[in-house]
C-alpha cells in the first residue's frame, strides 16, 4: 500500500483495476481494508473489495481487488500530504506482512508503494528506507538496489549513506559482488550474453591516479576478476560517459559507485516535470531488491504529497514494477 498519506493507495488500486494487470498477475493489496476500499470506491468504481486473512480466501476475477487487512487504528485520522505516525506504522505494517507471507511462501512476489521515512521512524521504525526493512527481516547481508527501465538498468554499490562514507565502502569484493548480481538479473530477464558497464569513483576514473586510486585499487580489480570468470564488464567508465553509452544500447547494464551517480541518469531516462500541471508525468522506473530470498519490486518514486488525494497520480510505475515481478517470478531458476 505504501504510506496512505501519499499516493501509494491510489496508484495499487488503479494498477489493479487495468485488464493487462490483471491478466499476468493474481495480486493482493496488503494495507487498510477502510482506505483501500474508498480508493476503489473513487477510481474504480465498478470494482469489489474482497477482504481475505488467509491467502485461501483470494477470489481471482477481473473485477475484484483482494486485501489483506492490517488493521490500523485512527486511519481516518490520516491526511492526504501530512507526514504522521499512523501513516508511518501503516506503511510499516503492510511491508511486515507481506515479508512474512513472502517467507512463509505464500506469495511470490512483494511489489511496494513509496514510503516516508520520517514517517516511518517517527512511528518508531529506524531504518533508513525499504531495502534496508527487507535486509533486515530476511537476514539479508548481501543485498543491492537495481533500478530498472526500458533503456537503463543500474545496480549500486552503495546507496543510503554520505558521499563520505560511500567512498569508504566501495571495495573490490562489494564491486564484484555487484557486477555478478546484475550479470545474474540481466541473464534472468532474457539478456543473453549482459554487456556490463562499470562506473568510475572520481572524475574522469581517476585518471591514472591523478584524482584518487579508488578506481585504479578497488573497482578495476573486481572488473578484471569478473572477466575472468566469463562475465562481460567493461571499465571503469567515466559516469559521464557510461550512462549516454547505456541509453544507446552500448551497455545493457550498468554499476554505479554511489546513490546519486546512479539515480539522477535513472531519473533523468525515466521522469519528465510537466510544467503546465506543475507534476511528474510519463513516470516510469522500478527499483528490484537482489540478494533477497523473494522477489521484491517496486516503483521508483517517493509518496509524492503534493498530488495526494488529487486522483491525477500516475500508476505507470506500479504497473511496470508489477510486471517485474511477474517476469521475475517465471524465471525464478538464477539466484537473485
Known sequence: MGDPAGIGPEIAVKALCRKDVARISNSIIIGDEKIIALEIKKYCPDHFTHIITS???????????????????????????????IAGDAAFRSVRKAIELALDGLIDAVVTGPIHKKAINDAGHHFSGHTEIFAHYTKTENYAMLLACDNLKVIHVTTHVSLSEACKLITRQKVLDKIRMLNDVLIKIGIKQPKIGVAGLNPHSGDEGLFGTEDEKEILPAIQQAISEGIKAEGPVPSDTLFPKALGGYFD????????????????????????????KSVTGVNITLGLPFIRTSVDHGTAFDIA????????????????????????????
Open 55 to 85: 491467502i485461501d480466501d483470494c477470489r481471482f476475477s477481473e473485477d475484484v481487488i483482494n486485501v489483506i487487512n492490517v488493521g490500523i487504528e485512527g486511519a481516518r485520522t490520516i491526511t492526504y500530504g501530512e507526514i504522521s505516525t
Open 253 to 280: 547494464g550498468c554499476v554505479a559507485m554511489y546513490h546519486d551517480q546512479g539515480h539522477i541518469p535513472f531519473k533523468l531516462a525515466g521522469f519528465e516535470w510537466d510544467k503546465r500541471k506543475k507534476t511528474m
Open 309 to 336: 488525494g488529487k486522483g491525477i497520480a500516475s500508476e505507470n510505475a506500479m504497473v511496470e514494477a508489477i510486471q517485474y515481478a511477474v517476469k521475475l517470478s517465471k524465471n525464478n531458476d538464477l539466484e537473485l
